[in-house]
């Protein structure tokens, strides 16, 4: 592990919250959106989410400026970029769903939808919590429970797509909404996988330096 400075004034345990709380914004953007849907409110929605998106790239872009010029760091290298593309693609995914959303042309939310949405705010808030502890990981059991958290909240999320895909085929729909819905579950699930990946991520690097 390279050890960190005073000469390294760039904080990247900051930068992992930070890009946390716009996985979180993300979230219940997405969360409020499909508890209050209105189908000619979706292409503001879609932009206004790719906002959200595009500010959390600027800042990674930024951090991987800076972290090429630097010649120390907290933690490895590799962990923090690893990190920070776990944390960019979670926001990405939950941008995916708007998009499918829009480009699918979607009228009608489905409620596993909304409960999905859910789990995304509750694993995104946990996620944002294990990062606001990380920087303290070497004498802080609390991040290892924020961690286990995302694990369960993913393992629940991973029932309620074995539940919805089964209602899916097992209803008397036509093709285009099993086609839709297959997936736009697939995605909502893929929101939770990644945020899953991230916890991941920290737990071992968490393991490397302790």
Not at 28 to 53: C, G, Q, S, T, Y
Not at 71 to 88: C, G, H, M, N, Q
């Amino acid at each position: 592990m390279e050890k960190n400075t005073k000469r390294n004034a760039f904080d990247y345990f900051a930068y992992f919250t930070k890009c946390a709380q716009f996985a979180c914004d993300s979230a219940v953007f997405l969360e409020d959106a499909l508890n209050h849907f209105d189908h000619e409110k979706v292409p503001d929605w879609a932009r206004a989410m790719h906002r959200i998106e595009n500010d959390a790239d600027s800042l990674k872009h930024d951090m991987i400026k800076r972290l090429a010029h630097e010649f120390i760091s907290p933690i490895e290298r590799e962990d923090i970029v690893t990190l920070a593309e776990k944390l960019d693609s979670s926001i990405d995914t939950i941008e995916d769903v708007m998009q499918k959303i829009y480009y699918h042309n979607v009228r009608d939310i489905r409620p596993e939808a909304i409960t999905f949405a859910e789990l995304i705010v509750k694993c995104a808030n946990a996620m944002l919590a294990a990062t606001k502890e990380f920087k303290n990981f070497k004498k802080s059991r609390t991040v290892i429970d924020h961690v286990i958290e995302v694990n369960t909240i993913e393992s629940d999320a991973d029932k309620l797509f074995a539940q919805s895909m089964r209602r899916l085929y097992t209803e008397d729909v036509d093709t285009r909404t099993i086609l839709i819905w297959t997936a736009m579950f697939e995605t909502l699930e893929e929101c939770l996988d990644v945020l899953e990946d991230s916890a991941d991520v920290i737990e071992s690097i968490i393991m490397k330096n302790t």
